[in-house]
């Protein structure tokens, strides 16, 4: 049983029914007993980090989350849940989990894709340079494109950088270390191979 | 060497339901009803499509408990982001389309009638799930319209005296994450987007922008994202009617150098 982290930001219907599709069994949840006993913990989100953190705060969330990656319990952060993980983000200058060092930063408008300004969200299907082997890739094709929707981008301290994405700059897509993963793009939204990670995660949580 | 595009184009199937059957408008003859939605979406999911626009023209209100069902088994079938568009009016009718699986909502005639709409929509559920949907017809440039592309709701029975670049930049300050341009024009013509139209608001916001209406051969998708700039071609006929798949379509705008994703 796969816990999601329910508190009021935004799409974890979308990452139930992915996981339903795979035949995981999972329940959208914010009761800590709950979320502590489950074999592994799934934190999306979709919104401002400034207002996800005072519901996490205000919820007692954020301590439920410091105690499941103390427990050592398996954790993968999608999106929003990717970027509140580190310790600041630039959007509404807010302090954040610091659970893994780093911080997160805005995209600057100036910035090119393509030999044109990009456009900001970074909307869209993109594809990523893997910097570190993670079992949470296993048996899928590097060439493979994944859906990101975002405004800020992570920058978490190099040791922990799994793969990184470019778009206006060379920013992290995915990092974390064995049990602790987060994911800037939406695995529940990019098709088989995004599908592919959550089956991962799931067998990861299983033999944990 | 220029620099490679790193994004992919985005190619969108849109579908119109009605009271949950997959519908087309055929001109002078009103609708036909073509298959259903959900088997449509998963095929088109299953071809590579980057994302799929529902539209409800459903017109009564009965109907809308079939709609918001059609959305849920589209949401436990496709693992792709979709949007819904079609009879949105209030932030309530947008949670309730978010909640029953949809990404995003795109709202037409509603904001232009109550531009706040956009805001309280992106204040609610963040900018990424607002899509302002615009029909734009070509006029004469004017003084309300000085860009010659003037802003019709209705399916473009009414104009609204809003310059089309005008409004777009509008949506976008008032927290639109996204804007799909339908040149009412070119829309059912199969002789292409129109570029003029699609290159003027691209310029003018630095929100994706879908480029909408007039889709007949591959090449019209990749002038929609090269010379038009869009990020994003949205297509109808050209795929409902298997005359080309998604997978055609994708392949021949690799071979014309766009970057798309292929499955």
């Known amino acids: 049983m796969l816990a999601i982290l329910d508190y009021k930001a935004g799409n974890q219907t979308s990452v139930l029914r992915a996981l339903r599709s795979l035949g995981i069994e999972a329940e959208i949840t914010a009761d800590p007993g709950a979320i502590l006993a489950a074999d592994g913990v799934i934190f999306p989100g979709v919104g401002a980090a400034g207002q996800a953190m005072g519901q996490l705060t205000s919820s007692g969330l954020d301590d439920v989350l410091r105690r499941v990656v103390s427990a050592e319990k398996p954790l993968l952060g999608i999106c929003l849940g990717c970027q509140i993980l580190l310790s600041h983000s630039e959007e509404n200058d807010t302090d954040t989990l610091g659970i893994l060092p780093g911080s997160c930063r805005m995209f600057q408008p100036e910035w090119t894709d393509g030999g044109r300004p990009i456009r900001i969200p970074h909307m869209g299907w993109n594809t990523l340079e893997h910097v570190r082997s993670s079992i949470l890739f296993e048996g899928i094709d590097p060439a493979s494109r994944f859906y990101f929707v975002h405004s800020y981008y992570t920058e978490p301290a190099p040791e922990y950088v799994i793969a990184t994405c470019t778009y206006g700059t060379t920013f992290t897509a995915a990092y974390g270390r064995p049990g602790l993963w987060a994911l800037q793009f939406h695995p529940e939204k990019s098709g088989r191979p995004g599908l592919r990670i959550l089956t991962n995660f799931h067998n990861y949580c299983r033999e944990a | ?263």
């Open chain 2, 1 to 263: 060497m220029t620099e490679p595009c790193h994004l992919a184009k985005r190619l969108i199937p849109c579908l119109d339901v009605r009271n949950g059957i997959l519908t087309k408008g055929v001109r002078f003859e009103g609708n036909i009803d073509i298959g259903d939605p959900v088997e449509t979406a998963r095929r088109y999911y299953e071809e590579g499509a980057d994302e799929i626009v529902f539209y409800d023209i459903t017109a009564s209100h009965e109907a809308r408990g079939i709609f918001i069902d059609v959305v849920e088994r589209v949401a436990s079938n496709i693992f792709i982001p979709f949007s819904v568009g079609g009879g949105i009016s209030s932030v309530e009718d947008m949670r309730a389309v978010l909640l029953a699986g949809a990404e995003k909502i795109s709202i037409n005639s509603a904001a232009v009638k109550d531009p706040l709409l956009i805001s309280r929509g992106a204040d609610a559920f963040g900018s990424q799930a607002v899509v302002v949907g615009m029909d734009v017809k070509q006029v004469p440039a004017s003084d309300a319209c000085p860009s010659g592309y003037e802003v019709v709701i209705h399916g473009g029975r009414r104009p609204m005296g809003i310059d089309a670049v005008a409004w777009a930049v509008r949506c976008q300050e008032l927290g639109a994450g996204e804007l799909c341009i339908n040149s009412i024009d070119a829309d059912g013509t199969c002789d292409g987007y129109e570029l003029t139209l699609t290159r003027k608001i691209c310029d003018a916001v630095n929100i994706p922008v879908i480029a909408s209406g007039g889709a007949g051969k591959p090449q019209h998708l990749v002038d929609a994202v090269t010379d038009g700039g869009a990020s994003a071609a949205l297509v109808a006929s050209i795929v409902h009617y298997g005359q080309y798949s998604i997978a055609d379509l994708k392949a021949y705008m690799a071979g014309a150098g766009v970057a798309v994703r292929t499955i």
